[in-house]
């Protein structure tokens, strides 16, 4: 199973507990299936970025799912078609967090081989200014 992350934008002419529903039908979706539900978070009506379909605000919803892929694609396939959905995106994650864990482990092994830093030397006190001689007459 593979870690996916779907983000769903509703259409914002549903009411809470209509985008709640729909919502729970995905849900009911994905876990029938077989997915491990490992965040499901509604982020509730939001501004869009840009207009979608002559709307300006959508429903946000994501799930963050370990499933099959032929099971995201079924989920994608009934959001595509669902007039309910404005736009979804379900991209995999676990090769994001597999891409990171590399960079970590690059970092860490080209730190090992770097020489160790010279300690750094101390600063050595400034030689004390020598005083003008002053003068008798008060000269400005």
């Given amino acids: 199973m593979r870690l996916y992350d779907i983000l769903v934008l509703l259409t914002p002419d549903l009411s809470e507990e209509e985008a709640a529903k729909v919502t729970a039908d995905y849900r009911k979706l994905l876990t029938d299936g077989g997915a491990e539900i490992g965040r499901d978070e509604p982020w509730g009506r939001r501004r869009l970025a840009f207009p979608i379909e002559r709307r300006r ?20 396939r ?6 309910q959905v404005l736009r979804h995106l379900a991209v995999r994650a676990d090769e994001e967090l597999k891409r990171s864990a590399k960079m970590a482990e690059r970092i860490r092994i080209k730190a090992a081989k770097r020489p160790p830093r010279p300690p750094a030397i101390p600063a050595s006190p400034e030689p004390a200014e020598v005083a003008a001689p002053a003068t008798e007459g008060g000269e400005a």
């Fill in 57 to 76: 605000e959508a429903y946000y919803h994501l799930f963050q799912v370990r499933a099959l892929p032929p099971l995201v694609a079924e989920v994608e």
């Fill in 78 to 83: 009934r959001l595509r078609l669902s007039e």
